[in-house]
């Protein structure tokens, strides 16, 4: 069973490292990602992550009171959902409490870095295994032997003071920029997709409809103007000309004009 490790920041980042190695000596048949270790030197890695988020049976969300409202962990967090049902969604509160937690991350399942939660947790991603699922007798003596030693790691980074803890204000120019950039990326991954399954799309309604395909199938769709990417094209023009007109804004501010 493949498992997604979502981290972001320091604090974040010593716990999921830990929970890669760890995870395999109580569940060996669980195959969890980290992506500092698992993502080859040379390798498109955001193709990778892609993969990795789509193929993954259940997820880890590290959370930190710096991190919760990370772009990265939002992103992650929001892939991982949408291929899943909420129940294999764990957000592992680090330094945090259930009422901390705020935004779309306040609905998933919580789970504290105690013995207690730790063990529910791994219990359940142990009932996710399938015909590999230890036993009960089986899997409390593993538990037992091992967490000591994540326990630790646990500790540290609770009482880590994280040069992430401190996180200085973004500018709001900087982050539209970063979404128009993700959202660019998002409306090019689309098309192709798009692009890579129409002939197919094509051939299957031609086999059906037959001479009458104009008529029935959508028009956006025998042109290759889907209605995805044109929906997120429109939305990219959008952010586009609000960018500008921020732009316009600013210079006749700072003193354009004769």
Same mark, same amino acid.
């Given at each position: ?55 993954s ?8 009171p ?49 013995? $207690?939660? /730790?063990e529910? =947790?791994?219990?359940?991603? *142990?009932?996710?295994? %399938?015909? +590999? &699922? !230890?036993? @009960? ?7 037992s ?40 990326g ?27 395909? $104009?008529? /029935?199938?959508? =028009?956006?769709?025998?042109? *290759?103007?889907?209605? %995805?990417? +044109? &929906? !997120?094209? @429109? ?24």
């Open positions: 069973m493949n498992l997604f490790i979502s981290w972001s920041g320091e604090r974040s980042g010593l716990v999921a490292k830990a929970l890669h190695q760890w995870i395999k000596c109580v569940i060996q048949s669980i195959e969890p990602f980290f992506s500092p270790n698992d993502i080859e030197g040379g390798t498109i890695w955001m193709d990778k992550l892609y993969n990795k988020l789509g193929s049976s259940a997820g880890i969300i590290c959370l930190t710096e991190n919760q409202h990370a772009p990265w962990i939002q992103f992650e967090a929001g892939a991982l959902a949408k291929g899943l049902s909420d129940n294999r969604v764990f957000i592992l509160l680090i330094g945090l409490e259930s009422s901390d937690v705020s935004g779309p991350l306040s609905s998933f399942n919580h789970t504290s870095c105690t013995k $207690e939660g /730790i529910k =947790l791994m219990k359940n991603l *142990n009932d996710l295994t %399938g015909e +590999k &699922k !230890l036993s @009960s007798e089986i899997f409390s003596r593993v538990f032997l091992n967490f000591p030693e994540i326990n630790g790691i646990f500790e540290s980074a609770i009482k880590l003071k994280s040069k992430d803890s401190i996180t200085p204000e973004r500018d709001a120019k900087d982050i539209q920029n970063e979404m128009l950039k993700l959202l660019r998002l409306t090019n991954r689309v098309s192709d997709i798009e692009e890579r399954t129409r002939p197919k799309q094509l051939e299957h309604r031609q086999a059906i409809y037959g001479d009458n395909i $104009e008529k /029935i199938v959508p =028009l956006d769709l025998t042109k *290759n103007n889907y209605y %995805g990417s +044109k &929906k !997120l094209n @429109s939305l990219l023009k959008k952010m586009e000309e609000i960018e500008r007109e921020k732009d316009l804004g600013e210079s006749s501010s700072n003193g354009g004009g004769i």
